[in-house]
């Protein structure tokens, strides 16, 4: 962990966000429901928008310079989190726990997607549902080509965040069903290199 890591990478992912991202944020949170992890909380922005009905959650987060905008979302919502400092790709959770897991901008920054995936899935109960808002690379011949040229400068400002994950196929090639798949409408300017899906996949009964 390093100043930047710790002091100014926080102050930056809440800098970052939009309205155009808070609607994307209650779109794939609106049908969470049950006992919910969230990989990767950050500073909790996803506090804002969970349904009025989600009052708890778990969550993994191996940065504690998160902690404390977490801890403030958390007091301004009323939703408690019980924090555990660890991976996705190592999860201390017993198999089938939980009813929801939830992931928002983390699949691009972990070391092994596939890992993730495959934790995700095993603390899930049968039927359990993975709620997903990521960005990877681009259809787009002329978005990717961009994406390839600032990933390094991606992965040195956010935290390890790389633009060029294929997420979509990380997804479709594990042992999740999807049931919904959406490509978010690329923005504009600097912020169209992010590009997004949103969706919903589940473990089989
Ligand atoms: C770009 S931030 C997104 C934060 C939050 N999910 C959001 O939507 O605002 C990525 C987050 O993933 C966390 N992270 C990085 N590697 C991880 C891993 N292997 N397992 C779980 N979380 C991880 C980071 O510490 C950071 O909080």
């Not at 190592?90 to 070391?111: I, K, Y």
């Not at 934790?119 to 049968?126: G, I, Q």
Request: proline share 3%.
């Amino acid at each position: 962990m390093g100043l930047y890591s710790d002091k100014f990478f926080p102050w930056v992912l809440d800098a970052i966000e939009s309205e155009e991202m808070a609607e994307q944020r209650r779109l794939f949170l609106s049908k969470v429901r049950g006992e919910i992890l969230e990989i990767g909380i950050g500073t909790g922005v996803n506090l804002l928008y969970y349904p009025e009905h989600v009052r708890t959650l778990t969550t993994l987060e191996p940065s504690d310079a998160m902690r404390p905008r977490a801890r403030k979302r958390e007091s301004e919502t009323g939703r408690i989190i019980e924090w555990l400092q660890g991976r996705g790709e190592d999860m201390p959770f017993d198999e089938g726990r939980f009813d929801a897991v939830v992931c928002a901008h983390v699949l691009c920054t972990v070391n092994d997607v596939d890992a993730v995936l495959g934790e995700s899935y095993r603390v899930l109960k049968p039927g359990g549902r993975l709620h997903f808002l990521e960005h990877g690379i681009s259809k787009e011949e002329k978005i990717m080509k961009w994406q390839i040229r600032l990933n390094g400068l991606s992965k040195v400002i956010g935290g390890g965040c790389q633009l060029t994950q294929d997420i979509e196929a990380h997804i479709r090639n594990s042992n999740f069903v999807i049931d919904e798949l959406v490509d978010v409408k690329a923005s504009s300017g600097i912020n169209g290199v992010y590009t997004h899906i949103r969706g919903l996949a589940h473990k089989p009964s």
